[in-house]
């Protein structure tokens, strides 16, 4: 499952990735009673994200997410500072903008020039593919 999942990528050294929408903010804020007026009953726990935030909050809530963890969304669709403070706390990625630093900080530490060089070149072609999604997206959800 996702904690057997959680596991293996902590054991192997990896990073967890974290991407936002308006969505996942709701759905956050209301499994963690943010919103006091949601009735419990409206919680949908057998979710893929809710499976994955019960999974990952303890790391975020223990002060221990640092090392283990960043978070993305995409600008054009939710706004960094719609993002819950508690996830906050480590790297977020405004995205496409963002996203040459996003692909360093998944590659690690050890990156050298090379693969450095790369990952740039893919970053640029990533950038407009991901921007005219997130475009497309905002016209046909506005918010």
Known sequence: GINAQRH??????????????????ASCAEWLG?????PRSTFKPESTFLASLN??????????ARATYI??????????????????????YPLPSRLFSFLLDLAGP?????????????A?????????????CQQKYPS
């Open 55 to 64: 999974c990952v909050l303890p790391d975020f809530l223990a002060g221990e």
């Open 8 to 25: 293996l990528v902590l054991q192997e050294g990896g990073v967890i990735v974290l991407l936002f929408s308006h969505g996942a903010v």
């Open 34 to 38: 943010w919103k006091q007026n949601v």
């Open 110 to 122: 050890r990156v050298g020039h090379k693969q450095r060089n790369s990952l740039k070149r893919h």
């Open 71 to 92: 978070v993305g969304c995409f600008e054009e669709l939710l706004p960094v500072n719609q993002i819950p403070d508690l996830f906050r706390s480590v790297p977020v």
């Open 124 to 136: 640029e072609c990533i950038h407009k593919i991901l921007e005219q999604a997130a475009h497309e």
